[in-house]
């Protein structure tokens, strides 16, 4: 009887959509509207088009501010056309020293240049950056200077870089549209894309020593769609900062805040503004076809960068196969008028009750509510099965440390390597454990193993966070 209902609530919901006056033109109205930008708190911001490099939208985008962590972009590209993967890099004193995040290069050890490259992408590692800046060019003042040239080829002349890392220094700025166009070559290079939409990566410390796991620092990578990429970055003087790739409706679309208060946030408003604004200016014909002139409605979704059909056009290598493919249909002014049929003659105008089926509607509505509810009532607690052991309930982390600890528990209990005290730093405890107690009855016998040495693992690093924070308050004291 509740299937039923509800099929004869759902029929009379399109009859009434079909019947009421003025509901046919509805959807035409909401293709018409503006596409409205948004409104972005970052000091700068950019979304830019990477097939055709054009900008959907600008916000202070020529203002010099640091980069923090987003300078690892260059550092990387540089850094995978002058070393091939495969190449053992060898650590210097001073860059197992480097200031900040480090992934702990010891000094005098080599490492695979694809470890190296994981761990300035995913973990933001200052001493595996200084490493690579010092295969390239030996130290850190010429690998800037590298750093400026490459930057001025690749379409940001403005851009300034001082260190390979990205840590504050005087006179080390750039744009957001420089940023832009460092991301935009970046996801060209297939070894930096890959990368950059793993979630986790190994990193071989030794050679005889198990690897253990890079998480990825962007945690809007399975959190917002399309997302692949690319960087985040944060310092006292820059904020927060982050450039960010996603594909989306067949573009990809590279985005930069700059000294945000919410990069992810302001981010995924980016995303799906730039989504909008790249399918309505993407209605096109096939290729191959002749394209029709572009309607007046475009005009209504102003863009920092010229739209004319002169503009220059996109190097091969960005153009895309679905080019053509538009998130959203054209934006036209009407509907497209039908031709007239000389055979077929007008319908009569429609004379249908749609008030009557609105009340019909509304009373098999309240008569489905009434069944369900009396349906529930008759059910008695005890009919239900008796629900099995479960752990007890864990308070929620938040969407960052759940996703860092899920892939945790995954990687471990698949064989993966241990976690060290760093990769616990982003993990919730409490959920780790929840995880491991929820997942006990179908873990095999190594399985089991691998989980209570996790288990292990987790109860010390809460020792030694609570040894920290007592020698913290004694020295406070003192």
Request: glycine share 8%; with cysteine.
């Amino acid at each position: 009887m509740h299937a039923e209902y509800r099929t004869r609530v759902m029929a009379l919901g399109g009859l009434l959509l079909l019947s009421t006056p003025g509901a046919e033109a509805a959807t035409p109205a909401k293709r018409d509207a503006t596409i409205k930008p948004p409104h972005s708190a970052a000091g700068a911001a950019v979304v830019l088009d990477a097939a055709t490099g054009r900008v959907l939208y600008a916000r202070n985008a020529d203002r010099l501010l640091p980069p923090a962590s987003t300078a690892k972009i260059l550092t990387a590209l540089i850094f995978v056309r002058a070393v091939p993967p495969g190449r053992m890099v060898r650590a210097s004193a001073h860059a197992a020293a480097a200031p900040g995040s480090r992934v702990g290069l010891q000094a005098g050890h080599t490492y695979p240049a694809r470890d190296l490259l994981a761990a300035i992408m995913l973990s933001s590692a200052n001493d595996a950056a200084v490493a690579a800046a010092e295969a390239v060019s030996g130290d850190e003042r010429r690998f800037a200077e590298r750093m400026n040239r490459e930057a001025a080829a690749l379409g940001a002349p403005g851009a300034r870089f001082a260190n390979p890392h990205g840590l504050d220094a005087p006179g080390q700025a750039l744009t957001a549209l420089d940023l832009a166009q460092l991301g935009r070559a970046a996801m060209a290079e297939p070894s930096i894309a890959s990368v950059a939409r793993a979630r986790a990566l190994p990193f071989h410390n030794r050679r005889e020593a198990p690897p253990r796991m890079l998480v990825n620092s962007n945690s809007l990578l399975g959190a917002e769609s399309g997302m692949e990429g690319l960087k985040t970055g944060w310092t006292h003087a820059a904020g927060q900062c982050f450039v960010g790739a996603a594909r989306r409706g067949g573009h990809l679309l590279i985005t930069v805040v700059l000294r945000s208060p919410n990069w992810k946030r302001e981010t995924a408003a980016l995303l799906h503004y730039g989504a909008l604004a790249a399918g309505a200016r993407d209605s096109g014909p096939a290729a191959g076809q002749a394209a029709p002139p572009r309607p007046a409605a475009s005009s209504a979704h102003p863009s920092p960068a010229s739209a004319e059909p002169g503009a220059e056009p996109a190097p091969p290598r960005w153009r895309s196969s679905s080019a053509a493919i538009s998130l959203r249909p054209s934006l036209p002014t009407k509907p497209p008028a039908r031709a007239a049929s000389p055979a077929a003659p007008s319908p009569p105008p429609r004379s249908e009750p749609w008030l009557v089926e609105i009340g019909l509607a509304a009373l098999l509505a309240l008569l489905l509510l009434a069944g369900l509810f009396r349906r529930r009532k008759r059910i008695e607690p005890a009919s239900h099965p008796a629900p099995e052991a479960s752990p007890p309930p864990c308070p929620d982390p938040g969407p960052d440390m759940r996703l860092h600890s899920e892939l945790l528990v995954r990687t471990v209990l698949t064989g993966g390597s241990y976690p060290g005290r760093e990769d616990l730093a982003l993990c919730d405890c409490d959920w780790i454990d929840a995880l491991l107690a929820k997942q006990w009855a179908g873990l095999d016998q190594e399985a089991r193993m691998r989980a209570m040495a996790l288990a292990f693992l987790v109860k010390q690093s809460r020792v030694e966070e609570i040894e920290d924070e007592q020698d913290e308050g004694e020295a406070t004291a003192a």
